[in-house]
């Protein structure tokens, strides 16, 4: 403590330019191979602009309560089936801030389909607004709503309504949280499953190394969709939809883990041999010590990339799977159950805003390649 | 020498059959209940007499009655033996013969996706690596992003909006509704290759766009090696240089991965046909796992699997023919 009040005292009287120039000069020998990797990735332009897409992506979905004008299963009863909502800013030419014009309904004397047309009523719109109440993270009770009409009731749908009247903005957002969160908690599982039978089978070799690998041939010749769905089917029908997720979770890693393994597998065997290897067992230390403390960080990098790799490649497994009826299931919201309302082609050509979370799906996945590339650019610095 | 390796290689794919069925028989097992009482409770709620002769001799013909692996054993034997896959609950005909009516139209268009996907990604690849950051280049790769970041179901939705509001036509099925019934003729072949067109550019696309990447890089990477650059010092002319070693050697991982688009390619085809309501597998497969008529779908499975197996196998007999290293064993892997 007393140390680095010293250190920090002494560098803000000290010349700061000069300091500054030398510490740039002589950084790139001292610098760790994680500021490198940084330094590697932030030339990688496309990564750079895919980053904070996905943290916005990220912290809209997981503040989705908080961003969403209204609440996933709010139905506007008069509003079924309603067109996204124009944000206007000039009235008149008069710069008046943002409002919308309220929609009435009636009917389309020629197809009798029911159409909505703009009326002349003014419904400003403004930040932070009272809304719906809800629960935050399901803890703190609160009704304020990042955007939205400013006085509650209004009428506001950013991405049009379903055939039940809900938003599908919202909507999308909700789905968000589930469809993303999923892709992070597979991972994790992935991640576990393929690190230890990575690991093991590398590090043991022979009979142990022959079992994982020939799990992993005959994971990989089995074609990876029909095989999720025959083993989502396999779950009980009457599952809660909490379980349902987790399972499914798990169902994904356990198709999923063998591109990781074989990266972990080959990176060790590549280091086992390695004089520090063999030093830190001469001196006693256990198998996974020896994994885990000595091994792994050499090829950490490697499993990073490994894993950003598949995020999109679940994102997509997900939604297709849930799209097609046998992931998740109805009550949970996700990307993929949301596209079910656009099956038929009369659905599509009439309503297409309902297509929008697909928008959602195809960005998400689009940034994480981009990041993804940047960092398999970046995962090894000494290159 | 390449006959030793080609059987060497397929002795060492029996192991790896056997595992797969393993698998596939326990996912058959996976859901609750016996198949006998399913069976019953089915022809009861579509209101069928339940035969009680055929349950017994059901029982017999595929040991129901007898522990869990002498199960597996009289189902691999009927496979094997007779090409008896089990019946279906949902259809209640037999696997087989549900598996012969729509089956070659997925194999079909998998493979003739295969041939398209290569046949496009090669050139494209080669184009994008000689010409490396020029417009086209810059072109292709955005191309391919959007190509790896649209799943199948959405770009065939988004292909038969279009194709319904721009044409109003309904390309859904492999045939128009005056064909469907209709015997084979050149009328019906014509009438069918927009449809399957359709189906092999939207599967194709996402795998097409992942060659092209792999393409580039591979050929970039060959591309900088110091023959090639002693090549050209030489003065030798560029599309000979280009032709004789680089591309041959870009070329030879993409082989060796035949066998592992294949199940990529199925995967995409199922979810493709879904949509687009093909005459093949894919939505039978996917009513059959939501009815959990599980010999049905894991036959499919099996099929598919086996498929991928011979697929790989055929990929190293391809690349021991192309690439002389391995043909004579001085390359191991």
Sequence with gaps: MTADATLGGKSTRGPLLGGGRRKARSSYEVASQWRLMWWKFRKHRMAMAALPIICIMYLLTMCCEFFAPTLPLTRFKSHKDCPPTAIHLFREGEFIGPYILRKDSGMDPVTYRRVFVDTDEVVKMGFFVHGEPYKMWNLIPTDIHFFGPVESGGEFFLMGTDSLGRDVFTRALYGGRVSLSFAVVSIFFTFVIGLTLGGLSGYMGGFVDGIVQRAIDVIMSIPGIPLWMALAAALPKDMSSYTRYLFMCVIMSLVGWTGLGRVVRGKILSVREEEFVTAARLSGATHGRVIFKHMIPMFMSYIIVSITGSIPATILGETSLSFLGLGLQAPTISWGTLLQDCQTIEAIAQQPWKMFPALFIVVTVLMFNFAGDGLRDAADPYK | ?333
Aim: hydrophobic letters at 50%; aromatic letters at 10%; proline letters at 5%.
């Design chain 2, 1 to 333: 020498m390449l006959l030793g390796y080609i059987a060497k290689r397929a002795l060492k794919l029996i192991p790896l059959l056997l595992a797969i069925s393993v698998v596939i028989f326990i996912i058959i097992q996976l859901p609750p209940g016996d198949y006998i009482t399913n069976y019953i409770i089915q022809q009861q709620n579509s209101g069928l007499e339940v035969n009680q002769s055929s349950i017994i001799s059901m029982t017999k013909r595929y040991g129901l009655d007898q522990p869990v692996y002498l199960q597996y054993f009289y189902w691999i034997k009927n496979i094997v033996t007779r090409g008896d896959f089990g019946q279906s609950m949902q259809w209640t005909q037999p696997v087989s013969q549900l598996l012969s009516e729509r089956l070659p139209a997925t194999i079909l268009i998998a493979l003739l996706t295969l041939c398209v996907t290569w046949g496009v990604s090669i050139p494209i690849g080669i184009y994008s690596a000689t010409h490396q950051y020029s417009v086209g280049d810059y072109f292709i790769i955005f191309i391919g992003f959007i190509g790896l970041a649209v799943p199948g179901f959405l770009l065939a939705m988004c292909a038969v909006y279009f194709i319904f509001t721009h044409t109003g036509q309904s390309l859904t099925g492999l045939f128009s509704s005056a064909y469907v019934n209709a015997p084979w003729s050149v009328a019906k072949v014509v009438d069918m290759l927009p449809r399957l067109g359709l189906v092999v550019f939207i599967v194709g696309l996402s795998q097409t766009a992942g060659l092209v990447r792999q393409m580039r890089a591979m050929l970039l990477d060959e591309l900088q090696k110091q023959y090639v650059i002693t090549a050209r010092a030489k003065g030798l002319e560029e599309r000979r240089l280009l032709w004789k070693y680089p591309i041959r050697m870009a070329i030879n991982p993409m082989i060796s991965t035949i066998g592992w688009i294949l199940p990529g390619l199925i995967s995409g085809e199922m979810v493709v046909s879904i949509i687009l309501s093909m005459p093949t597998m894919g939505p039978v497969v996917r009513r059959a796992l939501i009815a959990q008529d599980m010999y049905l779908a894991g036959s499919f499975l099996l099929i598919v699997s086996v498929l991928t197996v011979v697929g790989t196998l055929l990929s190293d007999i391809l690349l021991a023919v192309v690439d002389p290293r391995i043909r004579f064993g001085g390359v191991t892997e």
